[in-house]
């Protein structure tokens, strides 16, 4: 069974940063892309930032120029790096693999204000 461990959410004042972790096991890593989303609550869940399996990055609106998509194909891991945080990205952020429909459990991201 493919497994998405997210790691990497916490507590941060606006204007700060993150960075997220997704460690993938048990699937060929290298030839999936993989997606970041996020859920606010009373929101529907939404596309932040995917990557392909030859590393091109696509990002919502919302999140270019602040947020970096990345994957290490050696260590089976994709990263989020989340800089000027601002308190409307709050939310728990989910790793998925879109081919598949395979989620992590998520990691919560709170920015206060």
């Known amino acids: 069974q493919v497994q998405l461990v997210e790691s990497g959410g916490g507590l941060v004042q606006a204007g700060g940063s993150l960075r997220l972790s997704c460690a993938a096991s048990?699937?060929?890593?290298?030839?999936?892309?993989f997606a970041w989303d996020r859920q606010a609550p009373g929101k529907q869940r939404e596309l932040v930032a995917s990557?392909?399996?030859?590393?091109?990055?696509n990002y919502a609106d919302s999140v270019k120029g602040r947020f970096t998509i990345s994957r290490d194909n050696a260590k089976n891991t994709v990263y989020l790096q989340m800089n000027s945080l601002k308190p409307e990205d709050t939310a728990v952020y989910f790793c998925?693999?879109?081919?598949?429909?395979?989620w992590g459990q998520g990691t919560q991201v709170t920015v206060s204000s």
């Open positions: 048990r699937i060929n890593f290298g030839i999936y892309a």
């Open positions: 998925r693999i879109p081919a598949g429909n395979y």
């Open positions: 990557i392909s399996s030859g590393g091109r990055p």
